[in-house]
Nanobody
Framework: VQLQASGGGLVQAGRSLRLSCAAS????????MAWFRQTPGKEREFLAA????????YYADSVKGRFTISRDKAANTVYLQMNSLKPEDTAVYYC???????????????????WGQGTQVTVSS
């Protein structure tokens, strides 16, 4: 069972990136999934979550209006489209999957059972 995050890199402020999280080893299409990020010395920060159907989404205030989470159930992949990037968005980004169709508190890491390895996003000013 593996979640593989990709799409990170170095980008200038104001530009966009799209992260992908591909699942293998089991089907995650029926589970709620999310993106978090973390910088050294800080706790993991919730960014966005999506329901198993893809209909419901939930965002942290810090990224609302700039980031969009989506999923392709057939491809077993979740995406995070990041626009208008800022230097403070620099972090390692992680995708996560629950093992239920919905979670009670989508912004809490303990709701998620599987985590990807992380992909580095660096935004230069």
């Amino acid at each position: 069972v593996q979640l593989q995050a990709s799409g990170g890199g170095l980008v200038q402020a104001g530009r966009s990136l799209r992260l992908s999280c591909a699942a293998s080893g089991r089907t995650f299409s029926d589970y709620a999934m999310a993106w978090f990020r973390q910088t050294p010395g800080k706790e993991r920060e919730f960014l966005a979550a999506i329901s198993w159907s893809g209909i419901s989404t939930y965002y942290a205030d810090s990224v609302k209006g700039r980031f969009t989470i989506s999923r392709d159930k057939a491809a077993n992949t979740v995406y995070l489209q990041m626009n208008s990037l800022k230097p403070e968005d620099t972090a390692v980004y992680y995708c996560a999957s629950a093992t239920s169709t919905a979670v009670v508190t989508p912004d809490q890491p303990y709701e998620y059972d599987y985590w990807g390895q992380g992909t580095q996003v660096t935004v230069s000013s």
